[in-house]
């Protein structure tokens, strides 16, 4: 059955430009640099490079696939590929879609007031005064609940404009904007005295620092970094005309993603070296290290403006990426209008988000074991959720829905032996990696 014209990406770029956008969220800007300079620079990037193309790729191309010929979401995809008991399955995606969107709101209504910081002027200019800062606006109920809700309506508003006019067309303006900005940022850190030494910590290989800890470090960030396991590839997947070819598609998305993790660290590393800030500040590099680096800046409020704009980017598109996944599921499960699925979807999300917002502050003592409500929530997502999701996309498509996925990949279909080696990386290569990253997630 073919899909209205409407209903569809307008061809192979905006289709790439999304899931890229959908892939690049805020991890990439401050945890993919520090995590490589850490972890032993080259030697780091060397195995996170053959992992982007080998479990990124199968775990991309199993999604994308899975939407493509099952024509619809994550639920009715697997609905129409596996049968009833895999629908059941895809309900994991709709509820991690969910709870992601409860704690990254969090993050992305923070990008928000950093923006406006910037924009007006920060208060404070020095590493301990925007530390204070950052917990004054984070502890405060009222700004960081309005920073949430004013991120989320963002969100929903372009969702609701559907794949064309809101998620194609928000993706063509602001992927290359993001690009922009970030070489911008690149170009000013590099000319700072003392900027090349933040090069080699991220692209000199020191083989001391790497171990089998940072093995599994360098599988976790890849699984995580192009947004896999909760079905909003599938979910684009969908939205994809017959011309456009998968194989080569995941080949860009996983290209211009891992390019744009790189710049992220030529964006902040070589600066850090240059005004002697700690490369390993994890989020405190976005919104304390950063914003004092560019207060010794010449024109520095206007590199912050610019910094910024690339987080609100990057928390924007992966956000719009999320929500679609479950707005997707209510037009085709509840056959609910989509301005109406964005605000029933929104209003649930507000509700299960502000707890996430208030644990900063108000609700800073209620913990489940041990973990405050924003915690909790990020590792049920990140240490079982997304792991689960992405072993159960790699079985249907590798094994219980093979004759019906394999058939997509037209390009390769005069060629077995290819088919044969992506059915083992999807279906063996994949799984046995991804239950490595649940176990070590786990433990740790």
Known sequence: MARPKEKTFTGKAGFILASVGAAIGLGAIWKFPYMAGAEGGAAFLIPYIFFSFTLAFGLLLAEITLGKAGKGGIVTAYRNLGGPFWSVLGYLG????????SFYSVVGGWCLMYLFESIVGFSASTPQALGSLFGELSSSPSISVCAQVGFLALVGFVVAFGIRGGIELCSKILMPLLFIFMCILIVTGL????????????FMPDFSKFSWKALLDAMGLVFFSYSVGAGCMVTYGAYIDKKTDLISSTFWIVTLSLLISLMAGLMILPANFAFGMDPAAGPGLTFITMPAIFSMLPAGQFFAIVFFCCLVVAALTSAVSMLEIDI???????????????AVCLIFMLILSVPCALSFGVLADVKFFGKTVFDSADFLVSNLGLPIGGIIACMLCAWTAWDRVHTEWTTIAAYPTRVKIIRLIIGVFCPALVLAVLISGLIN
């Open 94 to 101: 709709i509820l991690i879609g969910f709870v992601v969107l």
């Open 191 to 202: 000319c700072q005295p003392g900027a090349w030494k933040g090069v080699e910590y991220l």
């Open 328 to 342: 997707t599921w209510m037009v085709q499960e509840l056959k609910l209008s989509r301005p109406v699925a964005v």
